[in-house]
C-alpha cells in the first residue's frame, strides 16, 4: 500500500518562497509519478505539477507556472514543489498524489490514485 506524508506548509508573507516535500513508502517511488494539488476553501481541487517517476517529464497547471519547481530525489523517496514569490491567493492545502501513471497523476483522478492528508499554506498579505 502506497502511503504519501507531506511536509513543509506553513505561514509565510506575499513574495516568500516556501518547499514542500512528500514522502513515499510502501513500494519503489522511482516506479511512481508524482504531483501536487491544491484546494482553497469553497473551491476545487486544482492541479499544480507533476513529475514521472524517472524525473525526466514534468507539466505545470496554470497557477504556479513560472513561480514553482517541481523535483524528486528516489534516493529519499521524495517529491519537492518549490513554490516562489508566493500570493495571498496561492493559500491553499496542497495534497501530494502518486499512482503508476502520470496521466492519472495530472488528471486527478483514478482508482489507483493515491493521496497524502495535505498540509496548509497560509500567504499573508
Known amino acids: 500500500q502506497v502511503q504519501l506524508v507531506e511536509s513543509g506548509g506553513g505561514l509565510v508573507q506575499a513574495g516568500d518562497s516556501l518547499r514542500l516535500s512528500c514522502a513515499l513508502s510502501?513500494?519503489?517511488?522511482?516506479?511512481?509519478?508524482m504531483g501536487w494539488f491544491r484546494q482553497a476553501p469553497g473551491k476545487d481541487r486544482e492541479f499544480v505539477a507533476t513529475i514521472s517517476g524517472s524525473g525526466g517529464l514534468t507539466y505545470y497547471g496554470d497557477s504556479l507556472k513560472g513561480r514553482s519547481t517541481i523535483s524528486r530525489e528516489n534516493a529519499k523517496n521524495t517529491v519537492v514543489l518549490q513554490m516562489n514569490s508566493l500570493k495571498p491567493e496561492d493559500t491553499a492545502v496542497y495534497y501530494c498524489a502518486a499512482a503508476l501513471s502520470i496521466s492519472m497523476v495530472r488528471a486527478g483522478s483514478g482508482s489507483s490514485l493515491y493521496w497524502g492528508q495535505g498540509t496548509q499554506v497560509t500567504v499573508s498579505s
Open positions: 510502501g513500494r519503489t517511488s522511482s516506479s511512481y509519478a
